[in-house]
């Protein structure tokens, strides 16, 4: 029984670990939400730690085994480490499988949306353009409640506009900004990671604060 639990504490600790990593993903490919990605990924480090005291409380009540007292100090610091480094680099990882899913031609053909909307908006005065108001078949980068639609519309001259396909909120906001150059390099987008995806378009990511 003592040993079933054991490996038990040890199933949980490593579930709490792996998590964060696949929530990630998860949440990448809109399988769950961004708010059950982020809730989730702050409970791990409680059960993460909880559980690998408890390999810890066992190894030392059980016939004590060296090997089995190093692995039980080592799974707290080894697991703690893991968790905060994966809610330290989330945003990273949440790009990246980003980049995996949206193909090189999506990405083309979300900017050339953009850009034609943007247009058409800036065109008539609009600053921004509702969730509701984008075309049914603009790509999707995140779930529809996640889209703020596309904002920051703006002339930059000659006739040429910039806008800002948002999704997320303010602990994660990403999207694809599109537009010329000095469009891309506005200084309100510079707190943002950015990755380029296609012509005069980049893909951005990062807190909102």
């Known amino acids: 029984m003592i040993q079933s639990k054991y490996l038990i ?13 696949l929530a990630s993903w998860l949440a990448a490919y809109q399988v769950i939400p961004g708010n ?34 190093i692995i039980a100090i080592l799974i707290p ?9 994966a809610r330290k680099y989330s945003d990273q990882m949440f790009a990246f499988w980003i980049m995996k899913r949206v193909s090189p031609a999506e990405w083309q053909e979300m900017a050339l949306s953009v850009h034609r909307i ?14 509701a108001d984008l075309p049914r078949d603009l790509p999707m980068l995140g779930r529809a409640e996640k889209c703020w639609g596309i904002d920051g519309i703006m002339d930059v001259g000659d006739g040429h506009f910039g806008g800002r396909l948002i999704f997320g909120d303010r602990n994660r906001k990403w ?3 599109v ?8 200084f309100s987008w510079k707190k943002f990671r950015y990755i380029p995806v296609a012509t005069n378009a980049v893909f951005f990511i990062g807190p909102d604060w």
Do not use: D, H
Request: charged share 10%; net charge positive; with cysteine.
């Open 36 to 69: 059950t990605e982020q809730l989730t990924r702050w409970l791990c480090l409680p059960v993460a730690v909880l559980g690998a005291l408890y390999c810890l409380n066992e190894a030392l009540t059980t016939p004590v085994k060296p090997l089995k007292i």
């Open 9 to 21: 504490s040890i199933a949980i600790t490593s579930l709490a670990v792996i998590w964060p990593f």
């Open 118 to 131: 943007s247009r058409k908006a800036g065109s008539a005065g609009q600053s921004m353009v509702a969730p």
């Open 175 to 177: 999207g694809l900004l």
């Open 179 to 186: 537009g010329p150059e000095e469009f891309l390099n506005y």
């Open 77 to 85: 610091v080894c697991a703690a480490t893991a968790v905060f480094q």
